[in-house]
Each structure stands twice: as structure tokens, then as C-alpha cells.
């Protein structure tokens, strides 16, 4: 039995263990790699770029998902790369599209549509969950030109330097320590940026935030 191999590219445990139990009932797939950033990917592949699939995250410390795409695109034409990511907004869609992804799936896919993605990829398919297909389809037909009005609802240089640092997928604790502030302080920031954007978590901060180009 040929072996499909496969990369993965996942700073989160929690989605990265539950990437790996989908994909453990299929023995043909074989995972080379698993790395925490995009960097961290770049440099494993040097050493060893022998694999057909890479599974990306888009959201990553150090080099996110977009970045490492276009990298490896660039530098290893072979690969075909599939976004696993808890966004489903048109931006990040259009982003890695245009960075050269096959195909784009939602963590939330369960094994078996995470397995025939794989295996449809390295057919020469593109795959998608399906809500992000009919978002591409409407993309082909009204391409995305970023129309939206956009605002900065205020935010200061410090509440933006945070939200960077959420999108990266930190804790409060590494941002404390990123930005040599107090733990409470950096709660108090996020209080803050959560008012004035008019959100109640993270996720939806940052999905405004770059909506509005804030990111």
C-alpha cells in the first residue's frame, strides 16, 4: 500500500491531537512532519521535503499559514497544501487562495471529509467543506475587493499591538511577557478592545478586526 505523506502545521495542542485521532484510523496516511509555525515547517522541509500533503493552519505565531504557503508554493512546487482553520470569512479564503492553497477545510470537518480531501488532493482535486465552496463560487462571481467600510472604532497602538498578539494565538501570560506589562494589565486591554469592538471573544475580535483591515 502506497503511503500518502503528509506534514502538519498546527500551533494549537488541542486542534493538532484532534487533526491526529481523525486521521489515526487510516493506516495509508503517514505523518512526516508536525510543526507549531510556519518557520518551524520551513526548516523541516529542508531536511526533508519528501511528502505530498501539507496541513496548514492559518493562524500561527512566527510565520502564520498565508506566509508558509506561498513559501513552500515557492519553494516546493511538488507539495499541495490544504488550509485547516477555524475561519471561514471571505478574507482568509481569498488569502490563500491567492497564496496557492488547494483547498481549505474547517477544523470542525470530521475524519472522513478530512481523509477524502487528502486523498481527492493528491488526485489532482481541490477540496473544500462545503459552506467554503459556495463562498468561493460567489467569489468567482463577484470577486472579493475588500468593499466592506472599514473603521478603527478607536482602538489605540497598544490595544492593536495586543490584538496582534491574540491573532497569533498567545496567551494573556506570553503577552504580558512580550510587552513587559502585568498580566491584569493586559486583562484590562482586552476589556477595552472587546467594548469597542462590540465582540464577547477573542475569535470574533480578531475576525472584526481584520475584516476592518485593523490586522
Known amino acids: 500500500m502506497n503511503k500518502i505523506r503528509v506534514a502538519i502545521a498546527e500551533d494549537n495542542q488541542l486542534a493538532l491531537q484532534a487533526l491526529l485521532e481523525r486521521l489515526k484510523p487510516y493506516e ?53 497544501i490544504l488550509m485547516i482553520t477555524m475561519f471561514d470569512d471571505d478574507e482568509s479564503l481569498f488569502n490563500a487562495i491567492m497564496a496557492g492553497a488547494t483547498g481549505y477545510l474547517l477544523k470542525e470537518d470530521n475524519g472522513e471529509m478530512l481523509y477524502k480531501a487528502i486523498t481527492d488532493t493528491t488526485l489532482g482535486g481541490a477540496a473544500m467543506s462545503p459552506g467554503i465552496a459556495l463562498r468561493a463560487l460567489k467569489m468567482v462571481k463577484t470577486p472579493f475587493q475588500g468593499i466592506k467600510t472599514t473603521e478603527d472604532f478607536g482602538l489605540t497602538p497598544r490595544e492593536l499591538e495586543l490584538l496582534n498578539q491574540l491573532k497569533s494565538g498567545l496567551t494573556y501570560e506570553r503577552i504580558a511577557s512580550n510587552l513587559n506589562i502585568s498580566y491584569f494589565t493586559v486583562r484590562k486591554h482586552i476589556e477595552n478592545i472587546y467594548k469597542k469592538l462590540q465582540v464577547r471573544n477573542k475569535l470574533e475580535a480578531v475576525q472584526k478586526a481584520s475584516d476592518n483591515k485593523l490586522l
Do not use: F, Y
Open 28 to 80: 495509508e496516511i503517514k505523518i512526516k512532519h508536525i510543526s507549531s509555525n510556519g518557520s518551524d515547517l520551513l526548516d523541516k522541509l529542508e531536511e526533508d521535503n519528501n511528502l505530498e500533503i501539507i496541513l496548514m493552519d492559518i493562524q500561527m505565531p512566527v510565520m502564520n499559514g498565508i506566509e508558509a504557503t506561498c513559501e513552500v508554493i515557492k519553494r516546493w512546487p511538488h507539495i499541495k
